[in-house]
């Protein structure tokens, strides 16, 4: 895998400040170091450390995919904008084995919100689209 180490530390660095990158974002910050990759290329090595659990990727609806470092997290996601922030809740893995009786492999819990910034912009538009009272 001649990419594969360089996109698992570009996934790493930018998941630990916060940032869940699209494979597009992948492919422009690996083609500044190496010019000649092309994106089917980073597609195939995503694909590849995902399915050796080296990364976690992210899936919403209508939303391209982000990739994730493979640490016990879960996220927040706005449910207008598609912002990802990272939240550190307990593991529950042992309650939900409990749960179905039998070893689970992990979770993906994804809690759906409004961000700041949109439910700002949603009362603006409220107030905006309310009768003046003249």
């Not at 550190?88 to 893995?93: A, F, G, H, R």
Request: net charge negative; aromatic share 8%; proline share 4%.
């Amino acid at each position: 895998m001649r990419y594969g180490e360089k996109i698992l530390e570009i996934i790493c660095t930018s998941s630990a400040s916060g940032v869940h990158m699209t494979a597009e974002q992948i492919f422009l910050a690996l083609k500044k170091e190496c010019p000649s990759v092309v994106l089917a290329t980073v597609y195939n090595n995503l694909n590849s450390l995902y399915q050796q659990g080296k990364i976690r990727k992210i899936s919403l609806e209508g939303w391209p995919d982000r990739y994730d470092r493979n640490t016990r997290h879960d996220h927040l996601v706005c449910r207008c904008c598609g912002k990802l922030s990272d939240l550190y809740l307990s593991d529950i893995t042992a309650q939900l084995e409990q749960q179905v009786g039998f070893p689970i492999e992990g979770y993906d819990l994804k809690l759906q919100y409004l961000c700041p910034e949109c439910r700002a912009k949603q009362a603006a538009e409220e107030a905006l689209s309310e009768p003046d009272g003249s």
